[in-house]
């Protein structure tokens, strides 16, 4: 706790500072002071889990938390922040969970993934289109003003239709397609050190995966211990507990916005292809083409047969 604080504190007398500071510096400044941290866990790390935004990521951490605790006695409400499962049992490895927004402002490596180099990483990508709708909701009812300045979102205040959020003013479908093609690119030069999952598969067959990811992590389960904590991450038990509270350590990030608005919710429809229910045809073949052209057709996302018959791609649903 003593290492969290001490690495806290140039972003804690920062905010003192904000009021004299110039807007463009606050927001440099504390970039690059939010990547110092992430730095400094990334070099005490034993493996970092990275994805964008609302990849389902959370679901992911609720269900490795579990696993561990099921291994290790812990309480089920536990929930893995970076140390904190480790230093009740020192089996659990370090996991340093990221959206990967801030080191590269410490670092000043921008074009490529080296900072991660030497490092185990688990990559978690989702389809774009579900990843930005999933942007925008995150945007209007859960993200604090700050982080929108600080992370280049509309600012606090601005009433923005969805389209608008995910194709223009927003521009989020093209950031996170950014991000996806250079983790991607990456592939060779860390070889059997990055993992690629797809949420989509990850819903399909998730102690599968589950396992996979875990011996990955260098740290194999039984059966039992995965089939227990796919059950504990069901989409309904996530929600139960987001509306009780009952997540031990997950701070604002595991409570809803509004708990009379389901769209404000951390776990909110985990539906694969939900972005289909938000969009006109037109906005819905701009998006898919968006998609098919300038993704990386090696994550599976492709929708060239649907697009070469003039209709928008249709995506399984699970």
Same mark, same amino acid.
């Given at each position: 706790m003593l290492k969290i604080l001490l #690495? !806290? @504190? +140039? !972003?804690? @007398? @920062?905010l003192c500072l904000s009021p004299v500071l110039p807007v463009a510096r606050q927001i440099r400044y504390e970039r690059y002071l939010r990547g110092f941290e992430e730095h400094r866990r990334l070099e005490r790390a034993d493996a970092v889990i990275v994805s964008f935004g609302k990849s389902g990521r959370t679901w992911l951490r609720v269900m490795l938390s579990r696993f561990f605790g099921i291994r290790y006695g812990l309480p089920s409400h536990s929930l893995m922040g970076f140390d904190n499962l480790s230093r009740r049992h020192s089996a659990i490895p370090k996991l340093l969970f990221t959206h990967d927004n801030y @080191?590269?402002?410490?670092t000043g490596e921008r074009a490529n993934k080296s900072d991660y180099l030497g490092n185990r990483v688990l990559l978690l990508v989702r389809d774009p289109a579900d990843v930005a709708v999933s942007q925008y909701f995150q945007w209007r009812h859960r993200m604090k003003p700050r982080k929108k300045r600080i992370n280049a979102y509309p600012a606090h205040g601005t009433e923005m239709e969805i389209a608008d959020f995910v194709l223009e003013g927003g521009g989020v479908l093209d950031r996170i397609i950014e991000f996806m093609n250079l983790w991607a690119g990456e592939r060779e030069r860390f070889g059997d050190a990055l993992m690629i999952v797809r949420y989509e598969d990850l819903r399909? #067959?998730? #102690?599968?995966?589950?396992?996979?990811? $875990?011996e990955f992590l260098g740290t194999p389960g039984t059966a039992s211990e995965i089939a227990e904590a796919v059950e504990f991450a069901s989409v309904k038990n996530m929600r139960n507990m987001e509306l009780r509270r009952g997540f031990q350590g997950g701070g604002q990030r595991m409570r809803a916005g509004d708990e009379s608005n389901p769209d404000s919710y951390k776990v909110r429809r985990a539906k694969v292809g939900g972005y289909r229910d938000y969009f006109s045809a037109s906005e819905l073949t701009r998006i898919d083409r968006i998609i098919e052209q300038t993704l990386t057709p090696e994550l599976g996302y492709a929708r060239t047969a649907d697009l070469a018959e003039? !209709? +928008?791609?249709? $995506?399984k649903e699970s």
């Open positions: #690495e !806290r @504190l +140039p !972003r804690a @007398l @920062l @080191l590269a402002d410490f399909a #067959e998730p #102690e599968a995966w589950l396992a996979k990811m $875990v003039g !209709r +928008p791609a249709q $995506v």
